[in-house]
C-alpha cells in the first residue's frame, strides 16, 4: 500500500528512502549572517561576552564578534529543513565528527551542502532507511566553517 506525505503539507514534495541515491547532493540557498542575529541568538542561547559585546569581542581571542557553535548548528537544522524535496525523515540518529573548521562573522553568506554517503534498510523496521551524509556548511569564500556527518531514519514510501 502507497501513502502519501504522513510529516508535511501534501503540496510540498517529499523524498522518502527509495528516492535517495548514493552521492546525491544537496545544496542550500544562501544564508546571510548579521550582527543583530548573532548577538541576538547569543543572548537567548549562550550568553558569553565574545558573542554579545561587540567591544569585548574585538579584543577577545577573534579579534571580533563571530556566531557561536551551537548558533551554527541551529542555521545548518533550519537550511537542511528547507530543502526542497524534503526528506520523509523519521528521526535523526545521530551527528558525527562535527568539526567548527572557522569562525562566521557578520556580513558572512553561508550555504549549507550535504551528500548522501550511504543508506541501507533499517535493521529493527522495515518500514525505514538508515541514510548516512556528510554535511557542510559554508562560507562566501567557499571555506568549510562547519563539518559533520549525520544519520537520519527516513520512511520508506511503500510500507509492509
Not at 30 to 56: C, G, M, S, V
Not at 66 to 86: D, G, M, Q
Request: charged share 30%.
Amino acid at each position: 500500500m502507497s501513502r502519501g506525505p504522513t510529516l508535511y503539507n501534501g503540496s510540498m514534495s517529499t523524498e522518502y528512502f527509495e528516492d535517495i541515491k548514493l552521492h546525491q547532493r544537496y545544496r542550500s540557498r544562501e544564508y546571510h549572517l548579521n550582527e543583530k542575529e548573532i548577538i541576538d541568538f547569543a543572548k537567548e542561547w549562550y550568553p558569553q561576552p565574545f558573542y554579545i559585546d561587540p567591544e569585548f569581542a574585538r579584543n577577545a581571542k577573534f579579534g571580533g564578534l563571530s556566531a557561536a557553535a551551537i548558533h551554527l548548528l541551529a542555521i545548518c537544522a533550519k537550511l537542511v529543513n528547507e530543502r526542497r524535496p524534503r526528506m520523509a525523515c523519521v528521526a535523526s540518529l545521530g551527528w558525527d565528527g562535527i568539526r567548527f573548521e572557522a569562525t562566521a562573522r557578520p556580513g558572512d553568506v553561508l550555504v549549507f551542502e550535504d551528500e548522501v554517503i550511504s543508506k541501507r534498510e533499517s535493521k529493527s523496521d522495515p518500514n525505514t532507511g538508515v541514510v548516512r551524509y556528510a554535511a557542510r556548511l559554508l562560507n562566501q569564500h567557499n571555506e568549510p566553517v562547519l563539518t559533520y556527518e549525520g544519520t537520519v531514519l527516513v520512511e520508506k514510501r511503500h510500507k509492509l
